[in-house]
């Protein structure tokens, strides 16, 4: 079946980038997804990418996707404490299938 | 975009007992969808709930244990029943966009989370 992964923390200092790296499984997904989890709140979705597409930049935010190995990554360039959260990425098979998520912990 | 609210926002419950979670949405919307997520996991989709017809479980899901409700296009509610220490769990209520008019591409909202502790 579907299937997402991702490594489950990941601790930068602030100003340092961030890659939150994501494997999935279905080929057919149209889009791919990275949403946000702050404490307490719901998701928030930060940016998505189509699948004909290797790479997206939005400020800030750069995803990579390597379509072959079906490997997704997310970069935060200038990390901030405010970046601290809970990251999740997403495929669509049908409906939105989300990975274990990744705990980006930023340190001062 | 939509903004959700969900009632309550946590609640800490007896075994055996149920509790209903109230889901807002402030326009009208198709599909609402439900999640669980249990401590330290990921989100899993527990059913859709479309207006006017029964709710579409996932596997490993059923009716009598999370029967779900969706009177009108803004509303639902999912209740967890006959509750164990395992149904401890944020639920999530999500929406489609309103406003994507079909496409592929269709952006969820979240609501804030039901966190449940059940003892």
């Known amino acids: 079946g579907e299937d997402v992964e991702q490594s489950l923390f990941l601790s930068v200092r602030e100003g340092d980038s961030s890659v939150i790296n994501c494997t999935y499984t279905?080929?057919?997904?149209?889009?791919l997804y990275w949403y946000k989890q702050e404490p307490g709140a719901g998701l928030q979705l930060l940016t998505y990418?189509?699948?004909?597409?290797d790479m997206k930049q939005d400020q800030r935010l750069t995803v990579l996707l390597n379509k072959k190995d079906k490997h997704l990554s997310l970069r935060i360039a200038d990390t901030q404490t405010g970046d601290s959260a809970i990251y999740f990425c997403?495929?669509?098979?049908?409906?939105?299938?989300f990975g274990q998520g990744t705990t980006l912990q930023v340190k001062p | 975009s939509a903004v959700i609210s969900q009632k309550p926002s946590r609640d800490i419950c007896q075994r055996g007992t149920s509790l209903t979670i109230q889901c807002q949405v402030d326009?009208?919307?198709?599909?609402m969808f439900w999640y669980r997520q249990q401590p330290g996991q990921s989100l899993t989709l527990i059913a859709t709930?479309?207006?006017?017809?029964?709710?579409?479980?996932e596997s490993g899901f059923v009716i009598d244990k999370f029967p779900i409700s969706r009177p009108n296009l803004t509303f639902s509610t999912l209740t967890v029943s006959n509750m164990s220490p395992e149904d401890s769990s944020i639920y999530l209520c999500?929406?489609?966009?309103?406003?994507?008019?079909?496409?592929?591409?269709?952006?969820?909202?979240f609501g804030p989370g039901t966190r449940l502790t059940v003892l």
């Open positions: 999500s929406v489609e966009d309103p406003t994507s008019g079909g496409s592929s591409y269709n952006e969820q909202f």
């Open positions: 279905d080929s057919s997904s149209t889009y």
């Open positions: 990418i189509f699948s004909n597409m």
């Open positions: 997403a495929e669509t098979a049908g409906k939105l299938i």
């Open positions: 326009s009208q919307v198709t599909m």
């Open positions: 709930a479309n207006q006017g017809s029964e709710a579409t479980y």
